[in-house]
Nanobody
Framework: VQLQASGGGLVQTGGSLTLSCAFS????????MGWYRQASGKQRDLVAT???????VYADSVKGRFTASRDDAKNTARLQMNSLKPEDTAVYYC???????????????WGRGTLVTVSS
């Protein structure tokens, strides 16, 4: 299984950024997918859940500003982030919902995240 988020960077408050995720190695088209983020020193939070019926559920903190989508034909997902705030600064990950758990490792598998930094 591979999960690779990309597209992060430095942006000013109020700016926009689009993240991409490429996933492979599992039947992701039959799984809920999500975007998560983890700010420095804080727990990882789910910010968007992309359901199989095409609907998306957002955390209150990003509702109205972020738009998540998935393309199962291409095994990719996207997170369009607008009106960014300093509190959006975090490493962003894509994963299934719930996240993939590796019995072999005894831990959740997160793949590669991408850092988003919003300057004030």
């Amino acid at each position: 299984v591979q999960l690779q988020a990309s597209g992060g960077g430095l942006v000013q408050t109020g700016g926009s950024l689009t993240l991409s995720c490429a996933f492979s190695g599992a039947a992701f088209d039959s799984l809920q997918m999500g975007w998560y983020r983890q700010a420095s020193g804080k727990q990882r939070d789910l910010v968007a859940t992309m359901n199989l019926d095409g609907s998306t559920v957002y955390a209150d903190s990003v509702k109205g500003r972020f738009t998540a989508s998935r393309d199962d034909a291409k095994n990719t997902a996207r997170l369009q982030m607008n009106s960014l705030k300093p509190e959006d600064t975090a490493v962003y990950y894509c994963n299934t919902v719930p996240a993939i758990y590796s019995d072999y490792r005894g831990a959740y598998y997160w793949g590669r995240g991408t850092l988003v930094t919003v300057s004030s």
